[in-house]
């Protein structure tokens, strides 16, 4: 199965390469990941262009420029543990458990939740536990954790998740208005933490306790 689509998989890699992304493993991991598999059926065809498209409920699974670049950001190494805010179709989390040695993963809407931890299952990516709860509130049974990314657009960083980050861990999460974002890198330091902005992107909202309190 993950021999369709190979041309257009590579001409998507090759793509984001020449958009700046340079971390060979980053590029492998979206080599090895059949897209196609993480979008609606009658969309398929349109799975490896660099836009984001609908997931249904209102969501998109990101463009893959927007997955590789965060993915690098992140700094993701074999031995950690990452939590990813926001699981919509699984197709980031499906990257990141590539690179990492566990990845947890949180969504709200529950439908969303199920059919990526059947797409987890269908792949057998076996590192991966995706959870339907509001994800502005971490997960403090699994922290702390190595590496925390949220895929949603917040008005700040949701303090829970600073707390859940090990000293020398890096959150990245899209910071500012509601259609509007920054890409914002927390690292943690032994005392207080650094932030620093990036690149404006544009995200759906992070909804929740420590989020945005309502779609519109
Ligand atoms: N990375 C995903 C992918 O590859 O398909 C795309 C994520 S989509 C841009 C953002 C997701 O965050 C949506 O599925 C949305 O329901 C979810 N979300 C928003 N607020 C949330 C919250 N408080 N907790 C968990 N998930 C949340």
């Given at each position: 199965m993950n021999h369709e689509f190979t041309y257009q998989r590579d001409r998507m890699v090759r793509l984001v390469e020449g958009r700046g992304v340079s971390d060979a493993r980053v590029l492998e991991a979206m080599r090895s990941?059949?897209?196609?598999?993480?979008?609606?059926e009658h969309m398929r065809a349109q799975a490896y262009g660099d836009h984001a498209l609908p997931i249904g409920a209102k969501q998109t699974i990101s463009q893959p420029y927007v997955v590789a670049r965060m993915t690098e950001l992140l700094k993701?190494?074999?031995g950690h543990s990452v939590l990813e805010v926001g699981t919509g179709s699984g197709y980031q989390t499906a990257i990141l458990s590539r690179l990492a040695r566990r990845v947890f993963s949180l969504e709200r809407i529950s439908d969303l939740a199920h059919d990526a931890i059947d797409r987890m299952r269908q792949l057998g990516l076996e590192n991966v536990k995706i959870q339907a709860f509001d994800?502005?509130?971490?997960?403090s049974d699994m922290a702390p954790f190595d590496r925390i990314l949220v895929t949603a657009g917040a008005p700040k960083a949701p303090q829970p998740l600073i707390d859940q980050l090990r000293p020398g861990g890096r959150l990245l999460i899209p910071e500012g208005g509601r259609h509007e974002q920054r890409l914002v890198v927390y690292r943690k330091l032994r005392q207080g933490v650094r932030r620093s902005a990036g690149e404006a992107v544009m995200f759906v909202p992070l909804l929740g306790r420590h989020g945005w309190e309502k779609e519109q």
């Open positions: 990941i059949p897209r196609h598999l993480f979008v609606p993701v190494e074999g994800g502005t509130v971490g997960w």
